[in-house]
């Protein structure tokens, strides 16, 4: 026998044995099928009244009234001799008579069994018993006695509820685990169905399908396909545009050289009508300069105008480079700077801040695919803990300083992530749950 008992059936308990004090001397307790009846009965008999001769039957639907009379007077007289043909209370007097038996407590479990000749018969000791005798009976309903007192057993509150569960199960979930809370609920303070939890059928399953959809498959080569095609687009500008960058630079420093040397040739030998011409062996490029005698102002301003437009020309160029280089360099400092994942990510957060669990599972690969399937690979993170000595992989959403923006956070999640009943979680909980795993 349980050795524990919950406080209010304790109080019950206790209310029982007053009654009986008050001169009350026939009790009905009354409630529905698993609420605990014959607990209580037990623990009745065995804490109270341990001077009286006490009697507890089990009654059945197969027991007869002359096994339902013996069991009662041989528990309550020694080697009773029992007339088969006389009633209960007539067999009780006559050993009366006999022997003295001293006060006596009589309780019979599931009385809904009991015939209305032996209700009758039980009534009318409790009322005339020359001796002390208490009569205590559990039932579902309602009995057809006319002077008893029917008290009714309660259901369990919400924390009796959880206390009774603590005293069977070593390995309970925590108070905030839905599957847990929603058992309680369901239960209704019934002691029968709160001992009847199985931790391993009460685990959040989530259905992921074998078979991809072939429209996935497609849709995931169209966009490798695109990425491709973007990748070859943007080399080719970049290789076009170095060989342009190239091309046009070298002819210009050509054609400057040129045109220097020629700046340097002896003016003073030419006619007023000579013509200054590029060597047929130079590059098409090179234009023909014609200008009168000693017109040195006249060529350099040539020279410079032609400066002028090559630089202009370059300018949108070495400006590409330059935006070039600072997006390799962007690119290059998003690659160094990466963020922790896992347990450690968890562990560099506040412990105010709040999170949502979305899901919770033993197998890695469908916390993954959870993930994967509806996109969440930028918002949720994934620590490990142990529960029932088995590995088990969370999965949370955020990490946020206050409830609105939690809440704010659970309204926007879709129907298919909401099916699981995700929650919120303290991060300081979520640390605690990490220790797990380093022991």
């Known amino acids: 026998m349980q050795p524990q008992i919950l406080p209010s059936r304790a109080a019950l308990v206790d209310r029982i044995a007053l009654q009986f004090e008050y001169g009350q001397n026939l009790i009905v307790l009354l409630g529905t099928s698993g609420l605990g009846k014959s607990y209580l009965l037990e623990t009745f008999i065995t804490d109270k009244y341990n001077d009286f001769n006490k009697a507890f039957v089990q009654v059945t639907a197969q027991m007869t009234d002359i096994q339902l009379m013996s069991e009662l007077l041989e528990q309550s007289f020694n080697a009773p001799l029992i007339d088969h043909s006389l009633s209960l209370s007539e067999n009780f007097y006559q050993l009366l008579q006999q022997q003295a038996c001293g006060p006596c407590l009589w309780v019979l479990d599931n009385a809904r069994h009991l015939s209305e000749e032996l209700q009758v018969e039980l009534e009318l000791l409790a009322k005339n018993s020359p001796s002390t005798l208490y009569i205590m009976l559990a039932a579902q309903s309602k009995l057809a006695f006319t002077a008893a007192i029917n008290i009714h057993l309660e259901p369990l509150n919400q924390s009796e509820s959880k206390q009774l569960m603590s ?41 992921v399908k074998d078979k991809v959809s072939w429209r996935l498959h497609l849709l995931i080569l169209m966009l490798i396909i695109l990425f ?23 002819p210009e420093v050509l054609t400057t050289a040129i045109s220097v040397k020629q700046i340097q040739q002896p003016l003073a030998t030419a006619s007023d009508n000579s013509v200054i011409t590029a060597s047929p062996n130079l590059p098409a490029s090179t234009v023909e300069l014609q200008t009168p005698k000693n017109d040195v102002p006249a060529i350099m301003q040539s020279l410079t105008a032609k400066q002028a437009t090559s630089s202009s020309q370059n300018a949108p160029l070495v400006e590409r480079k330059v935006l070039a280089t600072q997006q390799h360099s962007n690119i290059s400092a998003q690659v160094e700077s990466k963020t922790l994942t896992g347990n ?29 399937q509806h996109k969440l690979q930028k918002v949720a993170h994934t620590y490990q803990t142990k529960r029932n000595n088995k590995t088990w992989w969370v999965v949370t959403l955020g990490s946020f300083t206050n409830m609105n923006a939690a809440k704010l956070a659970m309204n926007a999640l879709p129907a298919e992530v909401k099916v699981n009943k995700p929650f919120y979680k303290k991060i300081s909980k979520i640390k605690q749950e990490i220790v797990l795993v380093d022991q």
Not at 362 to 372: C, L, M, P, R
């Open 344 to 372: 450690a990510w968890y562990l560099q957060q506040p412990e105010t801040n709040t999170v949502i669990q979305l899901l919770a599972i033993t197998q890695q690969q469908v916390s993954a695919e959870f993930i994967s």
């Open 167 to 207: 005293w069977y199960f070593s390995d309970l979930p925590y108070d905030e685990d839905p599957v847990y809370q929603a058992f309680i609920a369901a239960a209704q303070g019934n002691p029968n169905l709160l001992l009847s939890w199985q931790a391993t059928e009460h685990i959040a399953d989530v259905v």
């Open 228 to 250: 491709l095609i973007i990748g070859l687009l943007y080399k080719s500008d970049m290789t076009q545009w170095w060989q342009q960058y190239y091309q046009q630079a070298e």
